[in-house]
């Protein structure tokens, strides 16, 4: 055996909960026009890891979350920083100054930040959508991987691996602390994802249908109604992204399917079609980014109740994995 877990009196230990400081090895998933402080300060309070997502943020709008998240709890908390983002340098520098403990970066190089985040003392995490570039990440010094397979919410691998193939083909191709993501929404989903060998894992679609999640309720709504098939991954040719089949959806695949050029596409798309779906809650033309978990989600509840259930019922089904 490499890597243990165990129960505690009132958590889990494990190099998760360790590298991180937390009681469960439940992460809330950076999440733009979602995560801000009210959730990332929710799920920290709750035992888990709250993460900001600063890819829908200004520097100085992530500033103001940081402060605030660190006001609303004494927990440790994390900040999401997809490395595409344009004011990336300023982000980096309102983390440092506000001593933020941890970083998960996504969408990008894991090389080019990881030593200058490193050096200040950060943990640092990187989102993967293969096992490739889950040993480039260790290669990197990063400090955890995240394997998000095919099922989650938002931009996606091309490689299209499901979590239950990813996961494992990670896992024996590492040896830093693996976290699993993508369509887990429930405690036996959590420990199948742990079965796996995973170490925690990372949510994001359940964690939208919260009151403390930023999103629109319009957004919230239409979650919850969705059902199998109503989701699926468009704009292949920019960056894939899991998302709700709608008006704006038919548009774009419709524009691809008559072989439109990447330029075409992006002109078509215009600009801040994410906010208009997620924040803004226009629900035929904005982009609505959710994961394939979203047809088992039935219910807003507070962030606080999504981590107790999530944990209640991972206890539950190692106690008993095989009652339903
Ligand atoms: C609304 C939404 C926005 C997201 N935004 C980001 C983001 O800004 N950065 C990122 O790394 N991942 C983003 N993701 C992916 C999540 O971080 C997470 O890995 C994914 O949601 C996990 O799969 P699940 O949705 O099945 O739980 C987003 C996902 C959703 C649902």
């Known amino acids: 055996m490499l890597f243990e877990g165990k129960f505690t009196e009132d958590g889990f230990d494990n190099r998760v909960t360790r590298l991180f400081g937390i009681q469960y090895p439940i992460v809330q998933a950076g999440m733009i026009w979602a995560s801000g402080w009210r959730l990332a300060a929710a799920v920290s309070n709750a ?10 943020m200004y520097p100085d709008v992530l500033l103001e979350h940081i402060r605030k998240c660190k006001a609303a709890t004494d927990k440790p908390f994390a900040v999401n920083l997809p490395l595409l983002y344009p004011d990336i340098e300023q982000h980096v520098a309102h983390i440092i100054k506000e001593k933020v403990p941890i970083v998960f970066t996504s969408a990008g190089n894991p090389k080019i930040w990881t030593a200058k985040l490193k050096a200040e003392g950060i943990t640092l ?40 193939c990813l996961v494992p083909a990670a896992r024996s191709t590492i040896s830093i602390p693996l976290i699993a993501a993508g369509g887990i929404g429930t405690g036996r989903g959590m420990y199948a994802a742990m079965a796996l060998g995973a170490e925690g894992v990372q949510v994001g679609s359940r964690f939208v249908c919260t009151p403390e999640a930023s999103s629109h309720e319009n957004f919230k709504e239409a979650i919850i109604n969705a059902g199998e098939g109503d989701t699926i991954v468009a704009l292949k040719k920019l960056t894939p992204v899991r998302l709700i089949k709608n008006k704006f959806y038919n548009e774009v695949q419709a524009a691809e399917d008559a072989g439109s050029s990447k330029e075409e596409l992006e002109a078509l798309l215009g600009r801040a079609r994410a906010k208009k779906g997620m924040f803004e809650g226009i629900m035929d033309e904005g982009e609505l980014e959710i994961g394939q978990v979203s047809s088992i989600i039935k219910e807003i509840k507070p962030a606080a109740d999504v981590v107790a259930e999530l944990w209640s019922e991972f206890k539950a089904t190692a106690a008993a994995p095989f009652s339903y």
Do not use: Q, W
């Open 47 to 56: 035992g888990g890891l709250g993460i900001i997502g600063a890819g829908s």
């Open 125 to 164: 995490v990187h989102v993967v959508s293969s096992a490739k570039f889950a040993r480039k990440c260790e290669d990197a010094g990063v400090d955890a991987v995240v394997a998000e397979g095919f099922e989650a919410g938002g931009h996606n691998g091309r490689e299209e691996t499901t979590t239950l």
